[in-house]
């Protein structure tokens, strides 16, 4: 009944939109008489009413007004309109409203009038005048009154079908087209795949510097007293870790921010750093790189710096201190990284509930078109990446 009665107001707003052009032709009959440009007046101010109604019908405003009719009366039925789209469409939508709108203002209006004349047919004294028919009390006014009541059913029928045809064809007419669709569903994969790049960097770069600092934290409280200057190296780590950290999270909130300047990620270039703080950790790490490493583009630089940073994390959360054996060459078309550590049991102390490092890894290597292996081989976990210096190409 409530969805009903919603559709009953929708129509009706269609009635109200519908009445100033009828109004008008008959003010404007009433005012002029004579010929207008060949054509007689009733003829001509039927010619501008309908003109008028097809530009108003194809203002955006229409549209606008429209959607929120639909939106307010037809509630969620509808499915998403877009305030932005073909205007034809919209048109078509606004004289559909005034059309059934304009029949089902006419019922309203009409309906209890002719009922309670038909319903007071047996009680009236004398005759009852109807159009075209005449009844007199008494057996034919309860006729009358019954075919009154009887009625009434398919006149609301009508106008719950016209509601029906407005909810199914708002989302047609005043819905986004395909083409719209389709850009909408880009826009959100586009969000969708910004929101999975940010996931990662979070995780590389916080999760690298929450594992090292956890470690350190933990080894400076095993040798505090023990070995007070190794206490101090761990603390002084923690706080350059920390540091990094936090320029990293800027780097990755400034991404997140629109308009705003996002400070500069890490990238091959800041390799020794990331390497002297995992060694700060006791692993010993042997690291060979050859080529022009800094002459690796931008993106592909910073990729590699990530992949390389999870590799080492992986390695410090699930092996602990061992020896890491990598090796980073570029060449004019590529770049390789080939990251090797013995196997050792599951530490007490590995992350757990993440699952996004080697994912991770994985949809950055695809992202640029490269290749990825990892896994474990004669006694060792060995991660290969290969990654193009031109993906686009």
Known sequence: MRILLRRWACLLAGGALLAPYPLMFLIWTALFHGPILGLSARAAISGVAVALAVLVSLLPMTRRMEIAIATALLGDATGPLSAEGTQWRASVWYWLHLLLGGITTVLTGAAPFVLATCLAAPFADGMVSLPDWQSRAGGPGILVAAGALLAAAPIAGLVAGCGAVLSRTAPVLLGPSPVEKVADLERRTRALAARNRMARELHDSIGHALTITTLQAGTAHVLFDQDPAFARQALAAIEETGRVAMAELDHVIGLLREGSPAAAAPTLADLDQLLAANRTLGIGIDATVSGPILAVPGTVSREMFRILQESLTNVVAHAGRTEITVRLAATADQV??????????????????????????????????GEMTAAAEGGHWRVRVRLPLHPAR
Do not use: K
């Not at 050792?344 to 950055?364: D, T």
């Open 336 to 369: 390789e990284l080939d990251v090797v550590n013995p196997l050792v049991p599951r530490r007490r102390f590995a992350r757990h509930g993440g699952g996004q490092g080697l994912p991770g890894m994985r949809e950055r290597v695809q992202l640029l078109r």
